[in-house]
């Protein structure tokens, strides 16, 4: 069974920071782009990093570049989020998928992500 459970939110100051981790099981972990989403209240949930299948080459949406840095560890199968400069609008839940279940290309599920609330 593919099971990814991101973990590390809470609360936190603007300006402050907070490290996400994912832990990944029951699939090839190195095989697959793997990355980051977030949903805030209100709104669709958003693809903000990504690491592009097997070329390490990763992918940052702008309103996070920056700021935020994503890394695994294959060994480990462990998917990491350095998020730094926090600010208001990024609280969110954030959820670690891979990117194919993101496209609707697998099944799966979201999980319950991690809360991330930066206060002002």
């Known amino acids: 069974e593919v099971q990814l459970q991101a973990s590390g939110g809470g609360l936190v100051q603007a300006g402050g920071s907070l490290r996400l981790s994912c832990a990944a099981s029951?699939?090839?972990?190195?095989?697959?782009?793997i990355g980051w989403f977030r949903q805030a209240p209100g709104k669709e949930r958003e693809e903000i990093s990504c690491f592009v299948f097997n070329d390490g080459t990763t992918y940052v949406t702008d309103s996070v570049k920056d700021r935020f840095a994503i890394s695994r560890d294959n060994a480990k199968n462990m998917l990491y989020l350095q998020m730094n400069s926090l600010r208001p609008e990024d609280t969110a839940v954030y959820y670690c998928?891979?990117?194919?279940?993101?496209?609707?290309?697998?099944?799966?599920?979201w999980g319950q992500g991690t809360q991330v609330t930066v206060s002002s």
């Open positions: 029951g699939f090839t972990f190195d095989g697959y782009a």
């Open positions: 998928n891979t990117i194919a279940f993101a496209d609707g290309d697998i099944g799966g599920s």
